[in-house]
Nanobody, 124 residues
Framework: QVQLVESGGGLVQAGGSLRLSCAAS????????MGWFRQPPGKEREFVAG????????YYTDSVKGRFTISRDNAKNTLYLQMNSLKPEDTAVYYC?????????????????WGQGTQVTVSS
């Protein structure tokens, strides 16, 4: 089992940037794909981005393409999400998640472990 702890959330104005981090422990981080989900107020949790275990392949939902970048540092057991040009509709609780295999996880069923989440609020 893997433990995941997110950090880096906060309040930012529209057009601003934030970088989320996710520290992993308890399982060999470098062997598994990882990803980020988010849950806007009153809505269901949705996929944001996924990354291959080596970081060589990434996948994004259409609404964040060109603005968000997922990356990982396997030496530090840490996953990142760089968020630029933030919009009010990006407001959500953001969750780090660990995949069940080494490939790029893209659907809810591909993930086996979840962090507690970090709040991101974008003001207009």
């Amino acid at each position: 089992q893997v433990q995941l702890v997110e950090s880096g959330g906060g309040l930012v104005q529209a057009g601003g940037s934030l970088r989320l981090s996710c520290a992993a422990s308890g399982r060999t981080f470098s062997r598994y794909g990882m990803g980020w989900f988010r849950q806007p107020p009153g809505k269901e949790r949705e996929f944001v981005a996924g990354i291959h275990y080596l970081g060589s392949t990434t996948y994004y939902t259409d609404s964040v393409k060109g603005r968000f970048t997922i990356s990982r540092d396997n030496a530090k057991n840490t996953l990142y999400l760089q968020m630029n040009s933030l919009k009010p509709e990006d407001t959500a609780v953001y969750y780090c998640a660990a995949g069940r295999s080494s490939w790029v996880p893209t659907s809810y069923a591909d993930f086996g472990s979840w962090g507690q989440g970090t709040q991101v609020t974008v003001s207009s």
